[in-house]
């Protein structure tokens, strides 16, 4: 079992990154910050003459890695009440690949199970809830199984080490992808 572990966030040795990094530690894995790609916005062509055109950026290594790997773990921090701005532009991208021919990207994503990491404020476990629930509508869009997901507390880079409950669960998560047992 192959896990992708796909960063939202623009900061380096955040939260996010931290539990992301726990959770695959020692696993066939795969990080990939995508604030350190160049991902360009969408442009929605989908019912324009023509559809989408060809985009000169990182996004088509991304659907390749997607496609390798089992697991997709997305971490965020919950910008604004919502996913960051490198996770949405992410996300907005699946309108134009999932409708590329030269890829089957729909078809493989019903094949991945999808675990969500989100990290915020003290009250991020609350807050962060309508977040999981679009992660979920999402993953319904494409038929992925939304496995799991966690909130942690912490807002200053290192501060998650103080959420014990978080830090069980990576732990737990972690142990589950070692068994290569992803459900």
């Not at 030269?102 to 990290?119: M, S, W």
């Not at 909130?151 to 959420?163: H, L, Q, R, S, T």
């Amino acid at each position: 079992m192959k896990v992708l572990a796909l960063l939202g966030s623009t900061r380096k040795n955040g939260n996010s990154e931290y539990l992301a990094k726990k959770i695959v530690e020692g696993t066939d894995h795969t990080v990939v910050s995508l604030a350190d790609l160049h991902i360009e916005p969408i442009e929605d062509l989908r019912h324009a003459e023509g559809g989408f055109l060809p985009v000169d950026d990182d996004y088509e290594q991304l659907v390749r890695m997607m496609e390798e790997h089992d697991v997709l773990l997305f971490a965020t921090p919950l910008y604004w009440y919502g996913m960051s701005g490198p996770m949405k532009n992410f996300f907005d991208r699946w309108s134009q690949y999932l409708r590329d021919e030269r890829f089957n990207l729909k078809e493989e994503l019903t094949k991945k199970k999808a675990y969500v990491v989100i990290t915020g404020g003290s009250s991020a476990n609350i807050k962060g809830l309508p977040l999981v629930q679009q992660f979920n509508y999402i993953f319904e869009f494409v038929h992925m199984e939304f496995t799991d997901y966690l909130i942690g507390a912490g807002v200053k880079p290192g501060e998650i080490v103080n959420d014990t409950a978080a830090l069980e669960k990576a732990e737990r998560w972690n142990a589950r992808f070692k068994m290569d047992d992803p459900s």
